[in-house]
């Protein structure tokens, strides 16, 4: 009878250390589990919004992310790229968010899901400095309009080429479009009103905004369409909070002073 006490004693023992060891590995495991890295495109040639200043990304929108994801408690990685590439690189899950001065449009919409709009932006035309006859849309007719590939204002001048009676060239990005102007080898330009407003009271360009403002465009933070809804929430929880305590305000003012 000792015998078997002690046996079963035994039994008892190995089958407890077995469960702590059994424990221990599980919680070890969910403790070496990786925290998800969201992947952010941006256009690092995009000042105010997005520029790279030394080894450091700066502008409205890498200050509005990061303020977002720390509001939120989520990690967030920038990745830059041209604009164009950005929702392809979305479609091909490279990317799971986008905020590059990306206007909302039904287009778009199509495939992304767009936050709350976070900018009031709307395109405009831009000249020469010397250029005296350019005062509104209607006097770019048989002119050459430069554009930045992807973006509505590179759309608006396609859609209403044949209207206006304009000859469009693109570029990859925002400097070479305004040096094209700027050279005279392009009779004007279309761009966000605030990326050129900044752009020329950073430097002087030799450029100058025409006209008043081709259309209303709003700013969104995009994720693929139907898939990071969870996110999106986040997304549009942080910037809400953002705008309440003052914290957008200040981003805003950092480089509009508005």
Do not use: H, W
């Not at 752009?199 to 465009?217: E, H, S, T, Y």
């Amino acid at each position: 009878m000792k015998k078997l006490g002690l046996l079963s004693m035994f039994l008892i023992l190995t089958i407890f250390i077995s469960a702590c060891g059994t424990n221990e590995e599980k919680n070890a495991g969910e403790e070496k589990k990786p925290e998800k890295v969201y992947k952010v495109g941006v256009d690092t040639t995009y000042p105010p919004f997005e520029f790279k200043e030394g080894n450091e990304y700066k502008g409205i929108d890498i200050e509005l992310i990061n303020a977002i994801a720390k509001d939120q408690d989520f990690k967030i990685k920038l990745s830059p790229m041209d604009f164009g590439g950005i929702i392809p690189a979305m479609q091909a899950n490279q990317l799971d968010v986008a905020i590059a001065g990306m206007s909302i449009t039904e287009e778009r919409k199509k495939v992304v899901d767009f936050s709350t709009p976070y900018f009031d932006a709307g395109l405009t035309i831009v000249v020469k400095k010397e250029n005296t006859s350019t005062k509104t849309v209607k006097d770019l007719k048989g002119k050459t309009i430069a554009v930045k590939k992807g973006t509505t204002g590179a759309k608006y001048a396609q859609d209403n080429a044949t209207k206006l009676g304009i000859k469009v060239v693109q570029f990859n990005d925002s400097p070479a479009m305004f040096q094209e102007v700027a050279n005279g080898n392009a009779d004007a330009l279309i761009e966000d009103y605030p990326v050129i407003s900044y752009a020329i009271a950073q430097k002087d360009l030799g450029l100058k905004i025409v006209g008043d403002r081709l259309n209303g465009d709003q700013y969104g933070i995009a994720v693929l369409k139907g898939q990071n809804e969870d996110l999106l929430k986040k997304i549009n929880d942080g910037l809400a909070n953002l705008k309440k305590d003052g914290t957008y305000d200040e981003i805003i003012k950092t480089y509009l002073g508005e």
